[in-house]
């Protein structure tokens, strides 16, 4: 496997002043962070900052959302070359927090991918089931489109990136452990219906899929340790710089 990806997405769960602490104490654990790619998602409010403090350590900053437009009269929202500019290389879109309480619809998520794409940012697509959608069987159903709802139409050429993050939405912030050869499979899932939407090399080449929903130290080496599985997309444990240094420590060792 390439470099384990491991992405803190800190949701709006901190003040500005402990969005700084953590971020100082990440950053001091970077050292140990060799041979993983570490991505730190803050609040918008907190990116310059967070940037600032995490420079020259190895460990960069992502967005938890952008909009699709490049520039105008939309406000409260921010443009994927804005994020660039505050030296953001990677976002979060469609994660299910922003599906459920703010609408955010497939056609939004396939419109930011395709804006994040052409400023040569790296989107982080979050698909994921429910808890009703799996006990109905419907799972792969409701993977397969979000996927294609998300990616139909757009190609990737060797310069774009693209994660996505299988986050099945009964299991964040419920501190459940998933069985690592479900995650195994679903990740299989989706590695093939992207290789029906891109091309075999340039899924291979540019593509990570990475799994998330309640990520800690205990249960990340096993995650990791699946071959089509490149990664995790931590929420509650990332608050904790102890915790979070272990998952990368866990990832490394997988
Ligand atoms: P938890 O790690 O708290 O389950 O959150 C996962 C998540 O939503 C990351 O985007």
């Known amino acids: 496997m390439d470099n384990p990806l491991i992405i803190a997405n800190w949701k709006m769960k901190l003040a500005p002043s402990e969005a700084h602490v953590l971020a100082k104490k990440v950053a001091k654990s970077s050292a140990k962070f060799t041979g993983a790619e570490v991505v730190v998602c803050p609040s918008f409010t907190e990116l310059a900052a967070v940037a600032g403090i995490m420079e ?3 460990v960069t900053v992502g967005a938890q ?3 699709w437009e490049e520039q105008g009269a939309f406000t409260g929202e921010v443009s994927a ?7 953001v290389g990677t976002v979060i879109v469609g994660h299910s927090e922003r599906r459920a309480h703010l609408g955010e ?4 998520v396939h419109r930011k991918i395709r804006m994040l794409l052409s400023v040569g940012l790296r989107p982080v697509l979050c698909v994921g089931e429910s808890f009703d959608d799996r006990a109905e069987g419907q799972k792969e159903v409701v993977l397969l489109r979000q996927l294609h709802d998300a990616l139909g139409g757009l190609w990737l050429t060797d310069a774009q990136q ?4 299988y986050e099945p939405v009964w299991v964040i912030g419920s501190g459940q452990d998933v069985d690592p050869k479900e995650i195994e499979h679903t990740h299989q899932v989706i590695e093939q219906s992207l290789y029906d939407l891109f091309s075999r090399e340039a899924v291979d080449e540019h593509v990570k899929i990475i799994y998330g929903g309640s ?3 205990e249960n990340v080496g096993r995650y990791v340790a699946e071959p089509s599985v490149d990664g995790v997309l931590v929420g509650t444990a990332s608050l904790d710089a102890t915790q979070f240094a272990a ?8």
Do not use: E
């Not at 070359?81 to 030296?87: M, Y």
């Not at 619809?105 to 939004?108: A, L």
């Not at 998952?247 to 997988?254: D, E, F, M, N, T």
């Open 56 to 58: 020259g350590s190895g």
């Open 81 to 87: 070359s804005q994020l660039a500019a505050h030296g």
């Open 65 to 67: 959302n952008c909009f």
């Open 105 to 108: 619809s497939s056609d939004m």
């Open 162 to 165: 693209l994660v996505v993050a």
């Open 247 to 254: 998952i990368v420590a866990g990832a490394l060792k997988a």
């Open 215 to 217: 990520v800690d130290p």
